[in-house]
Each structure stands twice: as structure tokens, then as C-alpha cells.
């Protein structure tokens, strides 16, 4: 399906797994938001993963062809490491798990970052703040914040409490940072009320049967 008139699913409450939710199937079709080069470019703005302006230059800069294969290698990991985490969702990970993250550590070891000392945001405290700013050198720097949302999600994330939505049909994970962390779905306006849809059909199916 073209992925153009349909905003990206932001439902994850982890930049990481969001990433991972990049391909879904919100209605009957799958769909795909970086299926090609200017598809990872309108992902990454909705996430506001990259600055606008770096976006911009990226695009000027590169060609299609260029685009398209950095999106093919966001593809595949993506796919790499949604085998990491439903191998491991709803567990706590271990020391062991490390050995597994090598290419990804190999992906933010590319990565060109220095630190800014910048005026301090509101609330923040102090006069200065230290920010890392990074420097989008070609089209593989479109890979870096993915790189670092999925080592933030592994360091920062209790896996214990990462879930896979309970729809029929969904694909959508999320981590769970409920209260009591009873939360089912993706989302209510998605799959939740599409349970509840089906879960009153069956009643009035079962209470004509009786």
C-alpha cells in the first residue's frame, strides 16, 4: 500500500520500538513508511528523529538511489532487531544478551557526534546545558538516531514490561508504562476497540443462540 496519505504509528511510548512499528497493518493491508529512500526521510521527520534542515540537505545531496539503499539497510535492521526483542519481550535481560547487540554497537561506532555547550531550556537548571550535536555527513548519518533510539530502548527499557499488542492481525509492540502495567493493545482506537466490537458480537451471537 502507498504509505504517503497515512500518517506513521506513534503508539509505542520507546522511539526504539516505534521504529520497529515502521511496518504495520493499521487497517487489512500491511504498510510499509520506509519502503524507499523518501520514505525513511518522511519517517524520520515524524519521529523527529533528525532536524529538518539536516533532512533537507540530506535529500539535496543524495541521490535516489543512494536514499533507497540506506532505507533498505534500515529495513534490515529493523528486521534484525525486532527478532532481538520478541525473542526477549517480557523478560528482563541479562549480561548474556550483550553479544547479540555486536552489529549494532558496529552501526553506532560510525555515528560523528560532538558536544555543544548550549543555554539552558527552561526548568532545566544552571545557565548551561552540554547537548550532543551530531554532524549528517551523507545518507548513512539517516541511520544514526535509529542506531541510538535502539541502544537507548536496551539500556533504558524493562523488557519485562515490552509487549506485543493482543489484536488477531496486529504486529504492533509497545512498551508498557501503565499503571500496573495491564495495558493490552497497541492502542484503544485501534485494537482495543476492535476486541470490544468482537467481543460484543460474540455476546449477542451467544445470547440468540441460547
Not at 24 to 34: H, L, Q, R, S
Not at 45 to 63: F, H, V, W, Y
Not at 176 to 181: A, K, N, S, V
Amino acid at each position: 500500500m502507498d504509505y504517503h496519505p497515512i500518517p506513521a504509528i506513534f503508539v509505542a511510548d520507546a522511539p526504539g520500538l516505534d521504529f520497529l512499528n515502521s511496518v504495520a497493518t493499521p487497517v487489512d493491508e500491511p504498510v510499509d513508511w520506509i519502503s524507499d529512500g523518501e520514505g525513511l526521510l518522511d519517517w524520520l521527520a515524524q519521529a523527529g528523529m533528525a532536524p529538518p534542515d539536516a533532512l533537507a540537505d540530506i535529500r539535496a545531496r543524495s541521490t535516489p538511489e543512494e536514499l533507497d539503499e540506506i532505507a533498505a539497510q534500515a529495513r534490515a535492521l529493523r528486521e534484525w532487531f525486532r527478532a532481538y526483542v520478541k525473542s526477549r519481550k517480557g523478560h528482563a535481560l541479562s549480561a548474556d544478551d550483550l553479544r547479540d547487540l555486536e552489529p549494532l554497537n558496529q552501526l553506532l561506532a560510525r555515528d560523528a557526534q560532538h558536544g555543544e555547550i548550549v543555554a539552558s531550556e527552561s526548568g532545566e537548571g544552571g545557565v548551561f546545558s552540554l547537548r550532543a550535536r551530531r554532524r549528517w555527513q551523507s545518507a548513512e548519518s539517516l541511520l544514526m538516531p535509529i542506531a541510538e533510539a535502539l541502544g537507548k530502548l536496551v539500556c533504558e527499557e524493562d523488557f519485562t514490561h515490552v509487549k506485543a499488542c493482543e489484536g488477531p492481525k496486529c504486529t504492533l509492540l509497545f512498551a508498557d508504562h501503565t499503571r500496573g502495567h495491564a495495558r493490552r493493545w497497541c492502542s484503544m482506537a485501534i485494537c482495543g476497540n476492535r476486541a470490544k466490537v468482537a467481543a460484543h458480537r460474540a455476546r449477542l451471537k451467544e445470547s440468540k443462540g441460547a
